[in-house]
């Protein structure tokens, strides 16, 4: 354990750094800057903490989101005084909205040089508005104790409101005075021998907010509720618990008990451990888009896990029907967007299983109505994927979800590859790990997420569009400090393929020009350009050998060519007819 007493603000930055360390933190980004300089040496020093320098900080703030995701830690980001921390915003709205800890340190000129133009000056306090969990502005670096224990328990609370009762992002802003570098300074001199650093450090621990507390009593009438009425459905949204197993096995649980259908979202694990959950339905998006069979499979009691699935279709059903609605979540979020019946139980699924522990009921005919539609819908999408052997959208997520290693993490990009996992992923057993950025459902920061992702991880997979992947370029200039690999299965269809399935579509002109917005890019030279590793994919077979074994080291990149129309033109008409297949049958 050691200070920097050099000067005031080697001080000040180094207790910073010891108290983040005492915390847990592991991992700092740091984006190049002159006013950030004494936290930029601080963390540098402190060999327990990764430091990874970042040129862009649009970039560096989606890594440490993506670091964050993957660890469920908070992860630092340092920028210094000016727009640099303006160019963090993206990444701060995305780690609110998905509940990812993040700590923010925008270094600040003092009092003294705002608002008369002394250069790269800009109002910092409250920057970035109501997306912190908290925010705050330290005091202008000092050497009085008070203040240096004012400073250890402010950086001791901001930990604890990224991580309880909802993770998310914490700001501070950090006026630092000159001397930036570390020159030494008499001053402190006499707070070496007079600080006692186990004293100082010795109270450092996480006070946990308690979530709301609930008892199998409690929770009774509700349990009893669902399991007296005969069309429950539980609905699983986006998902990426810290165990999986147990979230999938929650899951299990509670529809074995009550023999409800499972509707699960592409973007959740449980379409990955299929094993643990008989009754899972992953084609609902096709299945609902049948009015006739829609209004058969109204439900009673809807059961919803987090977030809600992606689909407009499952939406629209909810919206029309308008069942009773349970939303099973510990975060203080509100995840009603449809204002339906609701009563959000402010509780994880895992602790509810804890609680259900009645005796199972029978097989209901409702739910054998769904799994044996389910079986015929998966058969019928299953055929037209294996017959058809041209490269299009649609079957790259079907076949990556048979193909990659166990276990392996995959981040799946906004627009249409999100919408294909929904639409294609099938059910296996595989335990591949999904993430994403469906907090605010941007493109912006792609790459960066995936590369913290995959950061010291095992080999990870991207599955993305151009649009999504040029958005993010400057994620490349990550190369250099990452540390593990990623293949990203790039889907170029020269254009943005997710406004083809909207009416705008069918105004010529605007729409490509301003909306398809194809770019033309040769990415053989881009990655050429980056130093990375690139491959055309020209059969499915090409892309299962590419993607079973992985690479551990490096980045690469697997472009799969396809005709955006041609794409969008089969969705239309092959969900269309997968859904009337159901009514004949």
Known sequence: MSLDFRNTNTLWASIITETLKHLGLTTAIICPGSRSTPLTISFAQEKQIETIPVLDERSAAFFALGIAKKTNLPVALICTSGTAGANFYPAIIEAKESRIPLLIFTADRPPELRDCHSGQTIDQVKMYGNYPNWQTELATPSLEINILNYLRQTIIFGWERSLFPTPGPVHFNIPFRDPLAPIPDSNTNYLKSSLSLENFFDSLQIKQVELPKYTSYSMFPYLQEWRNSERVIIICGTANPPLPQAYCQAISHLSQTLKSPVIAEGLSPLRNYH???????????????????????????????????????LRTWLETTQPKRWIIDPSHHNFDSLHGKTTHLRISVEQLANYCQLEPNV???????????????RQNINQEMITRENLFESKVAWLISQTLPPETPIFIANSMPVRDVEFSWQPNNSHIQPFFNRGANGIDGTLSTA?????RQKSSVMLTGDLALLHDTNGFLLRNKFVGHLTIILINNNGGGIFEMLPISQFEPPFEEYFATPQDIDFAQLCATYNVEYELITSWQHLQQKLNPLPEKGIRVLEVRTNRKADAKWRQENLRRFAQTIERE
Do not use: C, F, M
């Open 275 to 313: 094993q643990l959950n008989p009754y899972l339905i992953s084609t609902y998006d096709v299945i609902l888009r049948n009015q006739q069979i829609a209004k058969q499979l109204t439900a009673e009691i809807v059961i919803q896990i987090g977030d809600l699935p992606t689909s407009k279709e």
């Open 451 to 455: 590369l913290g992702i995959a950061h």
């Open 363 to 377: 097989k209901s005919k409702y739910l054998q109505i769904w799994v044996d539609i389910e079986a015929k819908v």
